[in-house]
């Protein structure tokens, strides 16, 4: 029996790699614990028929010597990115029958290592939510209390992992989609400066906002897949190299800062904010310095995100025009079609944001909402820029209350975008941001996880891995 409860990506290759057990063997392990799990949990839309022949192709590279960290390790993929081959829906209706007729860059490399595909996993319609209960599919439920939401829109991936059902996962992140999820499920979930991971051949969302990144039960698994992940690609002119920006060399250690005028607002539940008093005196113990600092349009990120947000959902899910993919309904003409498929493929929340968004690109509204929110996004930028000059990381809680119940919050689509406070931020200053357990708030009897977000400058997630391993102590 392999013990999945502690098992790593490094332990787990370590032991494949002594013949301890093969990959075959650990995909079977797997494979048991979403038999045994997925009917509840709904992590995956789809388990993969051929789980145990890429199991054996890894086994192959154990024994002639080009395995890699990867090789053999058991993934679950959001359903918003493509697999030469495979159904990809977007958890949407709209996306019916279609299946991708190539590799999204992510995947190709991560083929590469010989990574075993479990299977797609569940998410808010085209990732607009944080719930995954906007999935045409069903709600995920949380492995550690299922009265609850798994957090989303990457709900699938972070459950997946959660249940034991993958060791590793892929999801996205627009507004807080891996972090938020990865906080609820008590794992760590990084979402990587804009530009350093391809988004070709993932379903855009938001253009300007959207990461794909990785989640781990630990800061060094989430490390070993991001490594894999990144990187500049031809296929998408908006990556950058590793050098794009200059990393600051420190001579001491880094220094916290923390947004303590921000933390105040009464939405924010006092386990976390307890938590979160706790996490900085543990900082302060090992050694670190933590001070006060002043982001003086912070309070505005929330509105600036659903004003860009939903004009960048409005353009992209364009494409949906029941031609190209998926769906198709017959109207009484080709125009009709369109409104015909539209309405019937789409969620709720996926048409209020459409919605939402061709009103703010619309003339006369354009410059009074489209235009402002990009300015004053600039200006929120240039605070965390100007914040960094002083201090290495900014530190908040990820989320302002542990998960809520299943159904709490669908009538009310604005507290649901509350969810986001903490976490918007890091996508619309193009920052790495990466959420870590840091503890647990005990309701009714169960333990709910609690997260640490760590935010810091373009290009440094090595200073965020680093940080969370003392932290956790990795
Ligand atoms: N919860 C946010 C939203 O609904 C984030 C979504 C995301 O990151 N994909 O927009």
């Given at each position: 029996m392999i013990d999945l409860s502690t098992l790593t990506i490094k332990k787990a290759h370590d032991d494949m790699k002594s013949g301890k057990y093969s990959a075959v063997d650990l995909a079977n392990a797997y494979l048991s614990e979403i038999s045994k799990k997925n009917k509840e949990i709904n992590a995956y839309l789809e388990v993969f028929s051929d789980i145990i022949e890429q199991a054996k192709e890894a086994d192959k590279r154990f024994k002639d010597g080009t395995s890699t960290l990867l090789t053999g390790i058991p993934f679950a993929i959001k359903d918003n990115i493509l697999i030469k081959g495979r159904i990809a829906t977007s958890?949407?209706?709209?996306?019916?029958?279609y299946h991708a007729t190539y590799d999204a860059t992510v995947i190709e490399k991560l083929k590469k290592e010989g990574v075993v595909f479990m299977g797609r996993t569940n998410m808010d319609e085209f990732a607009m939510g944080g719930s995954t209960e906007n999935s045409a599919f069903g709600v995920t439920k949380n492995p550690l209390d299922i009265s609850r939401v798994a957090g989303g829109s990457s709900g699938g991936s972070a459950a997946a992992v959660a249940m034991s059902g993958s060791l590793g996962a892929l999801g996205s992140d627009t507004g807080g989609s891996i972090r938020q999820p990865a906080s609820f499920c008590g794992l760590v979930g990084l979402k990587p400066t804009y530009g350093r991971v391809s988004r070709y051949g993932v379903m855009a969302m938001g253009s300007s906002l959207d990461q794909i990144g990785p989640f781990g039960k630990t800061v060094t698994d989430t490390e070993i897949i991001y490594n894999t992940i990144k990187g500049k690609d031809v296929k998408d002119g908006t990556t950058i190299s590793d050098n794009t920006y200059t990393i600051k060399k420190l001579s001491k250690k880094p220094v916290i800062g923390v947004p303590r005028h921000f933390l105040g607002g009464d939405g924010i539940n006092k386990d976390v904010i307890d938590n979160f008093n706790l996490s900085l005196e543990k900082f302060k113990k090992i050694g670190y310095e933590v001070v006060d600092i002043t982001l003086p349009n912070i309070a505005y990120s929330l509105a600036i995100y659903y004003v860009i947000m939903p004009a960048e959902v409005s353009s992209n899910l364009a494409r949906f025009d029941s031609v190209r993919f998926g769906l198709h309904k017959d109207g009484k003409d080709g125009i009709d079609d369109y409104f015909v498929t539209r309405g019937a493929g789409f969620g709720k929340e996926a048409r209020r944001r459409i919605l939402l968004g061709t009103y703010v690109l619309s003339s006369g509204y354009y410059d009074a909402y489209y235009n402002r929110a990009n300015a004053v996004r600039r200006i929120l930028t240039q605070d965390f820029v100007k914040a960094f000059e002083k201090v290495d990381i900014i530190l908040t809680p990820t989320t302002p209350a542990p998960a809520f119940l299943i159904g709490e919050k669908t009538a009310d689509p604005v507290a649901m975008y509350l969810e986001d406070i903490f976490t918007v931020t890091a996508n619309l200053t193009g920052m790495p941001a990466m959420t870590i357990p840091s503890g647990f708030s005990e309701v009714g009897g169960k333990k709910l996880p609690l997260g640490l977000q760590m935010t810091g400058r373009h290009g440094e997630e090595d200073l965020l891995f680093r940080i969370g391993k003392e932290f956790l102590g990795e």
């Open positions: 958890a949407s209706k709209i996306l019916e029958g």
